[in-house]
């Protein structure tokens, strides 16, 4: 079964009761038993649910793997991989990365004992430096949040396996429409589906998909035990959204290019991030592992002047001003004041998150109108 047939019924079945073609949304809390554990598969949603069943067989159809997981958040997800670990563990993760999970990181799990190193990781050899008999998890975004760096998937998956160390990937930017990082050779892949699964900005949801059965055993029970999960009506939304995912990015796809063109010929704009073009570093990296570049781009204006960056963003408006991406609609952002404050200025300045740059979700509507406003706004 290829992807655009996947999205649409990989790990699907009509409903047993009465043949309903979309799985129904499940709500409920338990479930009649006829004796003490005798079920038909369910005894509370919290454990499982049918409705989110439905979807984490579809998580894992289009990523590739056996298992998926859904959690009431993308950081709950992280949260979730972070708990495979113990005290005096290390993580090595990429230093350009949503601010949420730089957040949890560093302000959670540092408390409890685990160590993180942040590094540059355009080349893949750059952890190998930080790699002791402690490290035991390989942390990656890419295309990363939001420089849109490009990391090797299958270079860093050749050393972690050689020194049997978990690889988890954020797949979020690219979707498995574009890359498949279990694929590539990576153990766990981490998707806020907020973003594109769901595509709509109407719900706030996690994915985990492997396909180790020990990792996965595992994942589950750390998922029961903990609680993070999302209730039924947000997973029937977020299965809604995978089934026109492919038509969608095939759209956010054109809409970015014509976008980041347009930006990188602009004379007020100093510099795009995109790694569709030929000089963005890696980009050949991002030929051989993605199927296209994404929707995702930033830039800054010249004079990197923050004043400048505000007064764009203020004034579009079909672009909209608001956290999140990878809805149908255009979003706006200013890294440096919303999705990355968390991280201290100067090592958000380390990784090029200046207070100049401008992150945008490009969306799918008519591209003449998207190119118009961003006119209208850099003047």
Avoid at 148 to 164: E, F, P, R, V, W
Avoid at 206 to 218: F, M, P, S, T, Y
Avoid at 291 to 304: A, E, H, P, Y
Avoid at 336 to 361: F, Q
Wanted: proline letters at 4%.
């Amino acid at each position: 079964m290829k992807f655009n047939t996947k999205t649409i019924h990989g790990g699907q079945e009509h409903d047993p009761a009465y043949g309903a073609v979309m799985p129904p949304i499940y709500q409920t809390s338990t479930y009649a038993q006829n004796t003490p554990g005798g079920h038909k598969g369910y005894e509370y949603s919290r454990t499982h649910n049918p409705t989110r069943h439905a979807l984490e067989k579809a998580f894992a159809s289009i990523e590739n793997g056996t298992h998926g997981l859904a959690f009431g958040s993308g950081l709950a997800a992280i949260d979730a991989v972070m708990k495979l670990l113990k005290p005096g563990d290390e993580v090595i993760s990429t230093n350009d990365l949503y601010g949420g999970t730089y957040r949890l990181f560093t302000k959670i799990f540092e408390d409890f004992g685990i160590k993180f190193h942040f590094i540059g990781m355009e080349n893949s050899k750059n952890i190998t430096q930080y790699i002791n008999a402690n490290t035991k998890l390989v942390w990656v975004e890419t295309p990363t949040n939001p420089m849109l760096n490009i990391i090797d998937i299958k270079g860093i998956a050749q050393i972690t396996k050689a020194h049997k160390l978990l690889l988890a990937v954020d797949n979020t930017f690219a979707t498995p429409y574009l890359q498949r990082p279990l694929d590539l050779g990576a153990d766990i892949v981490m998707h806020s589906a907020t973003k594109y699964m769901g595509g709509h900005s109407d719900v706030v949801m996690g994915a985990l998909v492997v396909k180790d059965n020990a990792i996965a055993e595992r994942l589950y029970f750390i998922q029961n035990a903990s609680g993070a999960v999302c209730g039924p009506q947000d997973s029937f939304l977020v299965l809604r959204g995978i089934k026109t995912l492919h038509v969608r990015m095939q759209r956010h796809c054109e809409n970015g290019k014509a976008v980041a063109q347009f930006l990188a010929s602009h004379p007020k704009v100093e510099q795009v991030y995109w790694p569709g073009f030929e000089s963005h570093p890696n980009h050949h990296i991002a030929k051989q592992q993605m199927d296209d570049f994404g929707g995702m781009l930033s830039f800054t204006s010249k004079g990197n002047d923050y004043d400048a960056a505000i007064k764009i963003v203020e004034k579009l408006k079909i672009f909209t001003l608001a956290e999140s991406l990878g809805g149908v609609e255009s979003l706006s952002g200013h890294p440096a004041s919303m999705t990355h404050a968390s991280i201290p200025k100067e090592e958000r300045e380390k990784t090029g998150v200046v207070d100049s740059l401008i992150r945008l979700s490009v969306g799918i509507e008519d591209i003449d109108d998207l190119l118009a406003d961003l006119k209208q706004a850099i003047g």
